[in-house]
């Protein structure tokens, strides 16, 4: 038997699998469908490296499986091609988007064909594609027209690299999420996306999901919910009002100070009795140079300045308080203004400190001559009036009953999640498809002239002033308005690279589709996604945009469920060999395309399923990928002890029932080194005996086909088996034959175990016990004394009580 060439061997079963299309899915209502996906990736210009296919790889053996247990998969794969990344790698090496975007989709379509992915490629999308962002437009439309978008001047995080406008989802510890560059504030007019309207839904509707708690704690602390109440101080000797948030009223005896973001607009209304202005607004011209995170998480040096010439009065105790500005108060979040209640939050206690405020405890329980006292979700209102005595949740009830009694305020829940920035001032991504009238305002392009191509253009670089490139095109900006037909402007901003991946999983449905994103029947058939992978550095990106569009799409009739994903895991990373993340400025990059060149592509799925547990981060390492090559290479050499017989070796029958039952089960928990561990130990049980049967080689192929699909096709094919492994059924263990005969039992003296002893599966107990006994360590145990009791659990301990 010649050795095996897995180069061969794969390239021959690749063809045949785009030959035949073996993985294209329909709709077929007498088969449960279940629907794999994973990411949709960014087609970049240095292609994919050893840690891309993981997820990928995980997927496709629970595809295949599942295929093979009769199920109607859908496993497609697409481009998420618009965006920062592809324009930003374009203009670097100086080539247009388009042109790249083509060409990495080209690069990347091959490296994962050579992997033998089972993707159904007939339902391949691209988000550049005119026929598929036609409907991202059209979603957009169907927000604006319901109120959910909207444009407003505020101030948005710049990438001064990237020379564009971020989410604050896009902005990771002050710096750009794609370039990591520092970004800094600008105020611009932008496209807002009212996600806030739905943050109450993105958290209740977490409980109807399979999702690991890391993720749904994500994204429930980011989207912050709060409970709490809004209330107003009144400013002394005017009729005006700081109206504040605070989830603890509990503590408005305690506050002793008041803080005003330095965009606040009482700063402007009070300008005239304001005797220290000039200082504010030195003070305020600082501050607006810092990017939100340097003005909160970086703030450890506390600044501000008093209001010097106004005070506000503490609608509780009924005394002036003094009014800073201070950089470490938001205008986005919340009312821009803070009571400060210095006794009991470390922030408000060291600015107190600086500025020799007053400290008033009003929760018992700590020393605030040393610092402030924190832990008070319990305890003891004290300096608070009518709350005094009162226990923290009885007296934040009496006190919000007491300022709506008083009109002084109201309850209110309260988010931390800001609405979407959406618009960018970029070439690469889809138009807005908007135009402004002078009369009639933000018309929406009706939808029979949808898409709204992106021009072709020469300059495509993004420019100084913070303008899109396409505001320069005179052919495509001047329209005329769709309302009343005079002159108008198309809106040159484009959207993020956000945009079109937060509703691809849809498109998959129906990919042809040029009547509507997606039928009704398509939706209903395959919707909701069973399954979803993807990184966890997307918990509060891809995935809360997604699900915030498959609400919206719920809410007019497009979807059928509420949420789009049933049930979301996550992959570790693959790392260089030397234990850091993978990058070429790193020089540890490992290629593939060399994998597979030396080792073959059934070793590197494999090697990248066994390198350890899914969900973990795991390195490299080359001597793995050569212990899985051995693997198999001793796989190959089973041909070379086969026989006749169409049943399981007599010897083998318990092992592979055992095998069928573990790699099942692994294989659907994402437990993929186990389950190939096992299959590794019945491997070596085949060659230890010798001689196996051409059923235990069937079960044995069939089991190995989802990791490895090439090289067990090609020996199903040499025994001139019937049709193809992915034709065939998933084997079924039979429950008895997983059960040992013999086990080894641990025997206890006095709860401490002192040996194990070899007993059979259905042995009487008082065979057990005397097996116990006649034990050397167990007789040492008990000799001399009195046996008072013997605890005996099936199968599992025995136990002799002696005294």
């Known amino acids: 038997m010649e050795n095996y060439n897995p180069s061969a061997i794969e390239k021959k079963w690749q063809k045949h699998w785009d030959d035949f299309k073996p993985f294209k899915t329909e709709i077929n209502k007498d088969k449960e469908k279940f629907y794999a996906l994973i990411e949709f990736p960014y087609p970049s210009g240095e292609g994919l490296h050893v840690g891309h296919p993981r997820p990928y790889t995980a997927l496709d053996i629970v595809s295949r499986k599942r295929r093979l247990q009769g199920y109607n998969v859908l496993y497609?794969?697409?481009?998420?091609?618009f965006g920062l990344p592809a324009e930003n790698y374009a203009i670097k090496n100086?080539?247009?988007?388009a042109v790249i975007t083509e060409k990495n989709i080209q690069r990347f379509k091959e490296q994962l064909k050579s992997i033998g992915l089972s993707f159904d490629w007939d339902r391949e999308i691209n988000t550049t594609d005119p026929n598929y962002y036609k409907w991202t437009q059209w979603i957009f439309i169907k927000m604006f027209e319901k109120g959910l978008a909207y444009k407003k001047e505020m101030p948005i995080n710049w990438c001064p690299s990237c020379k564009v406008g971020l989410a604050n989802e896009e902005v990771v510890g002050g710096l750009c999420e794609r370039c990591g560059a520092e970004v800094v504030h600008r105020v611009k007019n932008q496209w807002m996306l009212k996600i806030t309207e739905y943050a109450n839904r993105l958290i209740d509707d977490l409980a109807e999901v399979d999702y690991p708690e890391k993720i749904k704690s994500q994204q429930i602390n980011w989207i912050g919910r709060s409970y709490g109440c809004e209330l107003n101080f009144s400013i002394k000797d005017s009729e005006e009002n700081i109206k504040v948030y605070t989830t603890r009223p509990d503590t408005i005896f305690g506050a002793t100070y008041m803080v005003v973001a330095v965009e606040h607009p009482l700063i402007e209304k009070f300008k005239d009795r304001i005797t220290n202005l000039e200082e504010v607004e030195s003070y305020k011209?600082?501050?607006?140079?810092?990017?939100?995170?340097?003005?909160?998480?970086?703030?450890?040096d506390k600044t501000g300045v008093e209001l010097k010439g106004i005070k506000a009065i503490n609608p509780l105790t009924g005394k002036d308080i003094p009014v800073y500005v201070s950089d470490y108060v938001l205008m986005t979040y919340g009312t821009g203004a803070i009571m400060a209640v210095p006794a009991h939050d470390t922030r408000d206690y060291e600015f107190a400190k600086k500025f020799n405020l007053n400290i008033v405890e009003v929760v018992s329980g700590g020393d605030i001559s040393e610092e402030a006292y924190t832990d008070t979700d319990k305890g003891v209102l004290i300096n608070s009036g009518f709350l005094n005595g009162l226990e923290v949740?009885?007296?934040?009830?009496?006190?919000?009953e007491y300022i709506e009694d008083n009109n002084l305020g109201h309850k209110k829940t309260n988010f931390k999640l800001r609405d979407w920035i959406f618009s960018r001032q970029r070439y690469w991504g889809e138009p807005i498809p908007l135009v402004y009238c002078d009369d009639c305002g933000w018309v929406a392009v009706p939808e029979d002239k949808l898409p709204v191509k992106l021009p072709d253009v020469k300059e495509y670089e993004p420019t100084d002033d913070g303008e899109s490139p396409l505001a320069k095109i005179d052919s495509f900006v001047n329209t005329t308005c769709p309302k009343c037909g005079k002159k108008a402007k198309r809106e040159t901003d484009t959207m993020p690279q956000w945009a079109g991946s937060s509703w691809y999983y849809m498109r998959?449905?129906?990919?042809?589709?040029?009547?509507?994103?997606?039928?009704?029947?398509?939706?209903?058939?395959?919707?909701?996604?069973?399954?979803?992978?993807?990184?966890?550095?997307?918990t509060t990106l891809h995935l809360l945009y997604s699900r915030f569009w498959h609400k919206f799409l719920y809410d007019i009739g497009v979807a059928n469920t509420k949420e789009p994903y049933m049930k979301r895991t996550s992959h570790g990373m693959i790392l260089g060999d030397n234990g850091e993340k993978m990058s070429k400025s790193r020089g540890n990059v490992i290629?593939?395309?060399?994998?597979?060149?030396?080792?073959?592509a059934d070793t590197l799925r494999t090697y990248e399923m066994f390198i350890g547990d899914f969900e973990k981060s795991v390195p490299w390492s080359e001597n793995g990928v050569k212990g899985c090559r051995k693997f198999l290479d001793r796989v190959w050499k089973l041909q070379e002890i086969v026989v006749d017989g169409d049943e399981y070796s007599k010897e083998l029958e318990s092992a592979i029932h055992k095998t069928i039952k573990k790699v099942s089960s692994d294989f659907e928990t994402l437990k993929f080194n186990t389950g190939i561990a096992q299959l590794m130990t019945l491997l070596n049980d085949f060659l230890a005996k010798g001689q196996i049967t051409k059923e235990d080689l069937k079960t044995f192929l069939i089991l190995l086909n989802p990791v490895a699909p090439h090289i067990t096709e090609e020996i199903w094919e040499r025994f001139n088996f019937a049709d193809h492994i992915y034709q065939q059924k998933w084997p079924e263990y039979d429950e008895?034959?997983?059960k040992d005969d013999v086990i080894n039992l641990p025997v206890q003296v006095n709860g401490k175990l002192r040996a194990n002893i070899e007993i059979s599966i259905d042995e009487e107990e008082e065979s057990i016990f005397n097996k116990a006994i006649?034990?050397?360590?167990?007789?040492?145990h008990i000799e001399g004394k009195d046996i008072i009791k013997k605890i005996y659990v099936n199968g599992k301990i025995y136990n002799i009580v002696v005294k």
């Open 76 to 81: 497609p794969m697409g481009w998420d091609a």
């Open 94 to 97: 100086k080539i247009h988007p």
């Open 285 to 300: 011209k600082e501050v607006i140079k810092k990017s939100e995170f340097e003005r909160t998480e970086l703030n450890k």
């Open 393 to 400: 949740e009885e007296a934040k009830k009496k006190i919000i």
């Open 508 to 538: 998959y449905m129906d990919p042809h589709n040029n009547e509507e994103l997606a039928s009704k029947e398509s939706i209903d058939y395959y919707g909701p996604v069973d399954w979803y992978n993807g990184g966890m550095e997307h």
């Open 591 to 600: 290629n593939p395309d060399d994998i597979i060149r030396d080792f073959g």
């Open 736 to 738: 008895e034959k997983t």
């Open 774 to 780: 006649a034990n050397e360590s167990i007789k040492k």
